[in-house]
């Protein structure tokens, strides 16, 4: 029988997201002290500090890890700018790569930025390394006598991830050298909603008394607006507590770069697609920095504000603009009606209407709004008074708004840290695994013998084994 490590003295999670990865970690005492009491660290680039970082890796001509997150699209992009960018190896965004390819193959390959390929296990177990060799170092800062076999990890994936792609997943981790007995996946949805539930009332955003929104046969949707796409999952309180997943459906992309996509519109509309692309492909630097001030400003957007934004553009976009149209973006943008007085351009300075900011929202909002009011018309749906809005998109002001319109009779709670549910929640089910629902093998460890009954042979001629987990809840209870 396969068993999890029992006298582990630290949880670390692993959050692998379409656009934004981290890890968060809480020792045993900690935990029983506060279970809501985790570390994560803090990444930055440029003005952008967060506690999660790109999901971008870059590997050199001969496939060795080179370096991961806002780093490696720092170092690449410099490549670049020297022209020696070439031989390398970059991935972004790779992520959904996997769900794309249900029927995945072990010996799949993945096309970086220029078209080149690698082995997908290759590229997501060198990320898992990454992030677990900077626990390791960050953990035996503060506790130095950390060793390996004191952590349990827990790897957080999609609800939709087929047992495949979970497999995938879990094989990626062991390649990076977490071996089985210390490892667990969990649902990013579970995880987030373990979180909402051990957060106080006042840390939930609910409005208002009366409503216990945890209390056995509750049920609520679980809204996760990440970066790529919004999840949606629908659970059930058990009696004993745990969680049953009562609908899941696919992730649609209206995430959180579909706002970036709008501003990228936006700016192409001004200068033209050809000049944009041109930029982007022979200014990175500068094209990444125009992205992440963006993104430093996206996240102050409210419907209520009504002061003109300012960005800072690199001046490089105006003299592409200049060589290519001989004139300057500013005398241009005065020929375009549709922005006159609502677009600045002056100098390396892009001031912009509220409105005009605001209205990047829309598409993705009302795609969403809509999305929810049709799925709550739908059976399994319909009952279900309560709306959990979790993951970095959540964060929005203008979302929050837009989804309180959209359904004004359901209770919405949004906790403190959308951003940050799935790895807190992690951490939580990571010390205590029987919070989630037993019935599903998927939360087991995989046992050491495999019987040969049950081996199977999957479409890649590798052996697979069905049905060889053992059930944590059963372990736990
Ligand atoms: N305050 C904010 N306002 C608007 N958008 C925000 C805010 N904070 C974060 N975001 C957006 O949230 C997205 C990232 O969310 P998250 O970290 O949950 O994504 P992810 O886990 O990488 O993606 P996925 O869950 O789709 O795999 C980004 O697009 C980011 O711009
Ligand atoms: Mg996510």
Redesign the pocket.
Known sequence: MGTLNEDYLLVAAI????????YAFSTRDDYSRDPLKVAANTWGAGNLM?L?TS?CVLFDKNKKFHSFGFEAEDYYSGYALDDEHHDYYFFRRF??KLFDRMQLKRKFMLEDEMGKKMSAMDVFSACIKYLKDHLMKRCQRNLPNTIDSHIRWVLTV?AIWNDTSKQFMREAANKAGIIDEQLMIAL?PEAASIYCQHLPMTRLGITGGGFVPFAPGSKYLVF????????ITVHEIQSSGSLKELYKAN?RNW??????IAFRNLLADIVGNDVMDDFQATQMMDYIDLFREF?VK????KNDMTERINFKVPIALNDDFKQKRGKNIKDHIKTKPQYDQKVNWIGDKLRMESGVAKGL?EGACDSVARHLKSLFSEGQVKDVQTILM??????????QDIIRKAMPDKNIIKPAD??LA?LTGAVIYGHNPSVIHAGRYTYGVKAKVYPEAKKIADYDKDVLCADIFDIFGHLML
Do not use: C, H, Q, W
């Not at 996206?298 to 957007?301: C, H, P, V």
């Open positions: 959050d692998f997201g379409t656009e934004y990865s981290g967060s999660k999901t992520k959904m999609p990013e996760d607006a990440g970066g790529g796409t919004v999840d992730g995430g959180g770069t579909y706002i970036d993104e996206k996240r102050n957007f929202y979790v993951g970095g998109f959540s964060e929005s002001p203008i979302l959308p951003g799935v």
